[in-house]
């Protein structure tokens, strides 16, 4: 079974480096304990995500019930031949993450296979479900059983998880437009998003950050540097698109190149080496 369970968080890994370079890069600078639960917990939330956003010429709102049953069986069994599945129940069940968690993200998930307009409620529900829950089962791991540190570091767990979504729908918004139909931000028009919505938006996404970033110099210095690492990547993708003009952003996709990210890494771990973060 050992080598089985090895060989299913191995395939989350590969899944997480196809997938995202910047998260890679910050989960490689997390202790080695937290490799493979954070890459079970990303595995997990890509599949889930790829049915709703990619799998077009498929049934996608029967894969993602199938993929919803065979979780919670994986979860009730402690057993599943998916190797995401088998490698996210061990992290699940190890480390003790509330279900709420994971039926809020399947939750949003479901939202995307509708076409959805967006008030104040829906989004914050979308992105509790989406990315604030997958803070929260992250920051399971890091505190490895300290209830106290958990509640205390939940909301800027949360914060975090909202900032990285918010910064999403900014840089992804002509491909969810074009691509899925979907504008997330409330009472915004695709064709109508100009400078003023998009200061308001981004106005919100700083108080995310600053309360985010609070809760990052209390984690425990084993999980601090790759988080500290996502934030900063984020920043510098962010800081991009405040700079550029709404029109831009409706036209072309905001990316840190990948020379950027190696400066980020490279100075952010002198800082931690500094005990400067």
Avoid: W
Avoid at 15 to 35: N, P, V
Avoid at 134 to 156: A, I, N, Q, S
């Amino acid at each position: 079974m050992d080598l089985f369970k090895q060989t299913c968080l191995k395939c989350s890994k590969v899944i997480t480096e196809a997938y995202s370079t910047s998260f890679t890069l910050g989960i490689k600078t997390l202790h080695q304990k937290f490799h493979f639960p954070i890459y079970a917990i990303y595995g997990f939330v890509r599949c889930a995500d790829e049915i709703v956003d990619t799998f077009h010429e498929h049934n996608k709102k029967e894969l993602l019930q199938e993929f919803k049953e065979q979780t919670y069986k994986a979860i009730a069994t402690g057993i599943s031949l998916n190797p995401v599945l088998h490698a996210f129940q061990c992290v699940v069940n190890e480390y003790k993450i509330d279900h709420e968690y994971i039926e809020a993200f399947l939750r949003s998930m479901e939202m995307d296979l509708e076409e959805q307009q967006y008030d104040h409620q829906l989004y914050d529900n979308y992105i509790y479900g989406s990315a604030e829950v997958v803070g929260l089962m992250c920051l399971k791991v890091f505190c490895e059983g300290d209830d106290e540190m958990f509640e205390r570091l939940k909301k800027p767990a949360c914060s975090l998880g909202s900032a990285f979504q918010k910064v999403n729908f900014l840089r992804d918004m002509q491909s969810d437009y074009l691509d899925r139909g979907r504008v997330y931000f409330p009472k915004v028009e695709f064709k109508q998003f100009d400078n003023l919505s998009k200061a308001e938006i981004e106005a919100d996404i700083c108080l995310d950050f600053e309360d985010a970033y609070k809760g990052i110099m209390e984690l425990p210095r084993t999980a601090r540097l790759g988080v500290y690492l996502a934030y900063k990547y984020y920043i510098k993708l962010f800081r991009k698109i405040q700079n550029l003009p709404a029109t831009h952003i409706l036209t072309e996709r905001v990316r840190v190149p990948d020379n950027t990210k190696l400066a980020l890494l490279v100075s952010s771990y002198l800082r931690y080496q500094l005990n400067a973060i």
